[in-house]
């Protein structure tokens, strides 16, 4: 499945952005899909994850309450609404479709990547 990330772009503190991922699978909903974040010179982290077929999320402590993910099959799109956004949250955001059984959380279990959108806060 090939996944595309969009959605994007420069924020001041405390504004809001909404990302899409959208995926080119006729079986699109039958994958869990995450989402994760890379910050420049950090290693990439998690920060949600839906279930196939709109089933349950998680997501980060360091975004609860303030991002929350989403999905609609019928556009093969899942999305993700960050709130109360903060300059820490600046980073590139990858989609990408889980592959193997086990912790959703963890990266290694994810073989389909998206090439990421650039979220920038500023302060």
């Known amino acids: 499945v090939q996944l595309q990330a969009s959605g994007g772009g420069l924020v001041q503190a405390g504004g809001f952005l909404r990302l899409s991922c959208t995926g080119s699978?006729?079986?699109?909903?039958?994958?869990?899909i995450g989402w994760f974040r890379q910050a420049p010179g950090k290693e990439r982290e998690f920060v949600a994850v839906?279930?196939?077929?709109?089933?349950?999320?998680r997501s980060a402590n360091s975004v609860k309450g303030r991002f929350a993910i989403s999905r609609d099959n019928a556009k093969n799109t899942v999305y993700l609404q960050m709130d109360s956004l903060k300059p820490e949250d600046t980073a590139i955001y990858y989609c990408?479709?889980?592959?193997?059984?086990?912790?959703?959380?963890?990266?290694?279990?994810?073989?389909?990547w998206g090439p990421g959108t650039l979220v920038t806060v500023s302060s």
């Open positions: 839906i279930l196939y077929r709109g089933g349950s999320t």
């Open positions: 699978a006729r079986t699109f909903s039958n994958y869990t």
């Open positions: 990408a479709a889980r592959t193997k059984s086990g912790d959703p959380e963890r990266i290694q279990n994810y073989g389909y």
